[in-house]
């Protein structure tokens, strides 16, 4: 098979301005192994471009994820500083006071740098799940540990209907169904009872968690699991919504929400697939 110079030469600058990030296409509609050549590097070229592209992405994230870092952080640091510099001149009282205002800006920075590095993780898709048959009433109880002192606090119950077995990572689903019962209770009025339940219909199996609260409005559904959104609860930074779906969705799940109003509670309901 006979391939003309030109041909040659016409390829090879094209692979030159493609490599310069400019638009290539050598493809055509002959037969022979130069047109199958063409069509290879016309293959090769594209891979290459979405594989830059994926690690711009990447960057992006990256640095997008640093900037959150460093503005949630920002308060409460400048809160520790302040708070450390007054304490050199404050009374016994006060700088009880004051160190117990510190310890809560401590525990609010774990908690949202623990949030952000697990959002990294299942934004990144590095993360195993690993599904197995496990009780819900195990998930609840675990979960409910990390947020009694929360509840005593606000003098709330919560309450599991009925159990279920549903296929689910333990230590993940624990972790999704923490940060709704973390919000329903700052969502839900003192002296009251957040109900818990679970079932299965023919498409999958769920686990529901309802506050006493007002309800949900439409502007506020919208938002609802955008990251730091919802940044001015006392209790958190606006990421464990987000971070609860991003858990699901994961698992090939999603968190379906029931906005209630007049009177009656907004129900978040976990779905886990069949």
């Given amino acids: 098979m006979w391939i003309k110079k030109e041909e040659i030469l016409e390829l090879s600058k094209g692979i030159r301005r493609a490599i310069d990030g400019q638009e290539f296409d050598p493809r055509d509609n002959r037969e022979g192994p130069f047109s199958v050549l063409k069509n290879d590097i016309y293959t090769l070229v594209h891979l290459e471009e979405e594989q830059r592209s994926a690690a711009v992405e990447e960057k992006e994230r990256l640095a997008q994820y640093l900037s959150d ?44 740098t623990e949030a952000l590095l697990k959002m990294a993780k299942l934004d990144s898709s590095v993360v195993s799940f690993h599904r197995e048959e496990n009780d819900v009433r195990t998930l609840f109880e675990e979960a409910l540990n990390s947020v009694e002192v929360m509840l005593d606090i606000r003098d709330q119950t919560v ?25 329903a209770s700052e969502c839900s009025k003192k002296n009251s009872e957040i109900v818990v339940d679970c079932g299965e219909n023919p498409i999958y199996r769920f686990i529901s968690v309802t506050d006493t609260g007002e309800g949900l409005s439409r502007e506020r559904l919208a938002v609802l699991f955008r990251r730091f959104e919802n940044s001015q609860k006392e209790n958190g930074y606006g990421i464990g919504l987000p971070l609860a ?17 007049k009177g009656v509670g907004a129900t978040f309901i976990m779905k886990f697939y069949k």
């Fill in 69 to 112: 870092i460093s503005h949630q952080l920002k308060t409460p640091v400048t809160s520790l500083i302040l708070m450390t510099e007054l304490m050199e001149k404050a009374s016994d009282d006060r700088k009880k006071e004051f160190l117990l205002c510190m310890k809560r800006e401590v525990r609010h920075m774990k908690w949202l």
């Fill in 159 to 183: 309450v599991l209907k009925q159990d279920l077995q549903l296929p689910c990572d333990r230590r993940w689903t624990v972790e999704a169904l923490l940060n709704l019962l973390k919000n």
């Fill in 245 to 261: 779906r991003s858990i699901m969705r994961a698992q090939n799940g999603d968190i379906e929400v029931l906005p209630g109003g």
